[in-house]
């Protein structure tokens, strides 16, 4: 965090650090909380039964609800991998800031 307010400062960039603090800490529980969803919605049986490296990628989508890093990371079409997503009952889950925690214009 002193080198992300170090750089700003050197490149003249004036930031609210305790309103970047607060968002952080928002979204830091707004994405546990998407993350805890997807561990508890996702059909467990299903994912160990499939073979390496999909069931790597359905593990790394359940902890990081990331389609196309998981497709990426483990070489698996992204269309085959949202199929396998849905199969295995992992949710989709979209993060945003409400209200009073949003920042103007967004």
């Known amino acids: 965090m002193e080198l992300l307010k170090r750089l700003f400062e050197e490149k003249g ?3 609210d650090w305790e309103a ?3 968002l952080t800490a928002v979204l830091r529980e707004e994405l546990e909380w998407a993350r805890e969803l ?3 919605e996702a059909d467990w ?6 073979p390496e490296p999909l069931r790597t990628a359905l593990k790394l989508l359940v902890e990081t609800g990331d389609l196309k890093l998981a497709s990426k990371l ?3 079409p992204l ?3 949202n199929e396998e997503r849905i199969k ?3 949710p989709i889950v979209v993060v945003s800031l409400k ?3 949003a920042p103007e214009g967004a």
């Not at 049986?45 to 499939?50: A, F, K, L, P």
Request: hydrophobic letters at 25%; one cysteine or more; glycine letters at 4%.
């Open 74 to 76: 483990c070489s698996i």
């Open 13 to 15: 960039v004036r930031v």
């Open 79 to 81: 269309d085959e991998l």
């Open 88 to 90: 295995a009952k992992i």
């Open 20 to 22: 970047y603090e607060r």
């Open 45 to 50: 049986s299903y994912i160990e039964s499939r």
């Open 99 to 101: 209200g009073d925690e």
């Open 38 to 40: 997807r561990r508890r």
